[in-house]
């Protein structure tokens, strides 16, 4: 039985999806509330991922199979190598059948030899090089597109608008080693209310701040004058402010 790389999958990819640095931040668990599912949601597609890889380690039917998967709201993407069709149809009926939540199955498994090591460390290192892509740019947020790289092949899931989607392309396009981008996104016709909303809430804020250091700069200032005045008269500059 062939487990060696499926555990390093394994954990791997729990490692890379809890704790990713970038130059711009540290995110210990990637924060749902900028996310565009629900914290339910969220906790539920994490829980699905998880479950579904240790299967895929415990299930001697999958000794000589490679799978990933990646879930967002009631869609599952499976990537990855099986050994033959009716392995891949066994995949997707399991599935089915112990997870009835999962409406739509993305399958882009493929039929052959299953990965290396090596080749699975190329696609994690590609993956976290389009994590921290995502990071150097404004027009989408990186908590908004899900990535999972299969023999340097990107596929990109999540809820996005047209010019989300193409800003997360241009990212990705910067990636070493990528030879193909795959979007199976949900294209928005505009940009959610309530993040309209918490973006202009989150500006007034700048706004008001940015007022509010404008003054005390302005009141220290008058202080300092006031002093220069006073020492300029002979006066004890003890007067307390």
């Keep these: 039985m062939n487990r060696y790389p499926a555990i390093i999958l394994l954990l791997s990819t729990l490692f890379l999806n809890s704790c990713i640095t970038t130059p711009a931040t540290t ?15 969220y906790i539920d597609n994490r829980t699905l991922q998880i479950r579904l890889l240790a299967w895929t380690v415990e299930d001697e039917k999958l000794d000589d199979s490679n799978l990933s998967f990646l879930s967002f709201q009631k869609k599952l993407l499976i990537v990855g190598q099986v050994d033959s ?7 997707k009926e399991y599935i089915q ?3 009835p939540q999962v409406v739509q199955i993305i399958d882009e498994m493929t039929i052959g030899k299953t990965a290396s090591i ?3 460390a190329k696609d994690i290192a590609i993956t976290s090089q389009v994590e921290i892509l995502l990071f150097d740019q404004e027009v989408v947020k990186p908590t908004h597109v899900n990535v999972i790289t299969e023999q340097s092949t990107v596929y990109l899931l999540g809820n996005v608008t047209t010019r989300e989607s193409d800003a997360a392309v241009k990212q990705v396009k910067k990636a070493k080693g990528v030879k193909q981008i795959i979007k199976h996104f949900k294209i928005l016709q505009e940009i959610p209310q309530n993040e309209i909303d918490a973006q202009k809430a989150k500006e007034e804020k700048e706004k008001a701040d940015q007022i509010r250091a404008e003054k005390l700069k302005e009141i220290e200032q008058k202080k300092e004058e006031l002093k220069r005045q006073l020492r300029e008269l002979g006066q004890p500059e003890g007067t307390p402010f």
């Design 118 to 120: 090596l080749e699975k």
């Design 97 to 99: 059948r112990k997870y």
């Design 85 to 91: 069709p009716e392995t891949q149809s066994y995949v």
């Design 27 to 41: 995110v210990t668990a990637i924060n749902a509330s900028n996310d565009r599912r629900t914290g339910g949601e």
